[in-house]
Structures are given as C-alpha cells and as structure tokens.
C-alpha cells in the first residue's frame, strides 16, 4: 500500500470562495484520483488525475469547477470553485501503487455556509 | 458504463452469527471486484478483494465469492464481532487498464452485542 495525506483536514467556507485541497503520497504512483462522498452517501468519483495532462473527468463534473493538477508522481490538488451549499461533502484522493487496486486518503471535510 | 448495487442498504446481526453482502454489476468486461470497510469518521479500508479468475478467496473471517455468469458477487463475514460494525461497500473495476473503480451503494452492518 501507500502512505496518502491530505490538506486539510476539514475546513468551512464561505459560498462563492474556492478551496484547494492537496493529496501527498510517499511513494510514485501513476494514478491518482478524486472521490466527492456526501453525507451518508457512497463515493462518487470525480476525475483521474493524470501527471503531464489534463485530468479525465466523469459525467456531471467539469473543469471549471474543479480543476485539478498533477504537477509530479507524488502529489496532486483538487480545487473546489466557486462554492454553494451543496458541495459540502468529503473529499478524498486515491492512488493505485501498481498493484491494480486503490488506497484512500484520510479525506478532507468541506462544509460551506 | 458500469452499475454496481448493493444489498442490504443496512444489516443487523447478533455477534457470532454471519453476515451476508450481495452486489451485482452491469458490466461483464469488469474482472476486479474490491471490498472496503469504512468507519465512521475514517477513510474506505480495503478489506479484501478478488478478480475474475477466481470464485472464492477468504481472509480469516472474511469471504468473498463471485459468480461471473450471473454477474453477481458477495462479501461473507462469519463469527461477527463489535468492531465489524462499519459501512461496507462492494465495487467494481477493469482492473487490467488501471481504470476508475465504481462502488456500490454502501451496507451499514451493525453488530447487536
């Protein structure tokens, strides 16, 4: 497996501010990815960020609203745009060590006012 | 795409006595099929997992079968203990292009002492 942290932990916001949230893993990996969890809810994947291009984006998530970077092996960011209510949730990163399976992040707990 | 349901939504079982998860999935060129236990306030743990070219694998009190024909897979917990109590999710993936995993919709087991 690997060692995966995120920041931050938690944070509230006010709407219509962004939020960047940061994913470091101890090791390279070549597939990191992004999961939104809402409340009581399973884990929705947002986008595969992919190191030297532009992250892939599943159906009913887009780039203006979360971009994402991927500037090396190691680490990734997701940035929450122009934030409403609804987008309070949990967000966590995963990566995939090579072993064609995925490790999660601890997560970051977003809620907007 | 892929679909992955999951039942029960929600289990109870006297500790000692088993627990049963069942998920279905959509797609028949999926062959990985991962398992993961989250508890409150933590991040999705990997628990066991189990691709296509076997039918059965256990890891001490955990099992997990699939039936590729029929499409469906199922998680076993025997001897169940207070620490078992957690959502778990089923999900689903192409394992061999390292591609996005999709998960069911969750089954929150509790464990009566």
């Known amino acids: 497996s690997a060692v995966i942290s995120q920041k931050p932990s938690r944070d509230i916001c006010q709407r219509g501010t962004s939020l960047t949230i940061q994913c470091q893993v101890d090791s390279q990996v070549t597939m990191m990815f992004w999961y939104r969890q809402q409340p009581g809810q399973s884990l929705t994947l947002i986008a595969t960020a992919n190191q030297g291009s532009e992250a892939t984006y599943e159906s009913g998530f887009v780039i203006d609203k979360f971009p994402i970077s991927r500037p090396n092996l190691t680490f990734s960011t997701l940035t929450v745009s122009n934030m409403s209510p609804e987008d309070s949730s949990i967000y966590l990163c995963?990566?995939?060590?090579?072993?064609?399976?995925?490790?999660f992040g601890p997560g970051t707990r977003l809620t907007v006012l | 795409g892929e679909n992955v349901e999951q039942h029960p939504s929600t289990l109870s079982v006297q500790e000692g006595d088993s627990a049963v998860i069942k998920c279905t999935y959509s797609?028949?060129?999926?062959?990985?099929f991962p398992w993961y236990k989250q508890e409150l306030g933590k991040r999705p743990q990997l628990i066991i997992d189990?691709?296509?070219?076997?039918g059965e694998k256990k890891d001490q009190r955990i099992a997990v079968t699939l039936n590729k024909t029929a499409k469906h897979f199922s998680l076993h917990i025997t001897e169940t203990q207070p620490e078992d109590s957690a959502v778990y999710f089923c999900a689903a993936s192409m394992y061999s292009s390292a591609s996005k995993i999709i998960f069911g919709s969750g089954t929150r087991l509790s464990i009566r002492p």
């Open positions: 797609d028949s060129a999926s062959n990985y």
């Open positions: 189990i691709r296509s070219n076997v």
């Open positions: 995963s990566v995939d060590p090579g072993q064609d399976t995925q490790y």
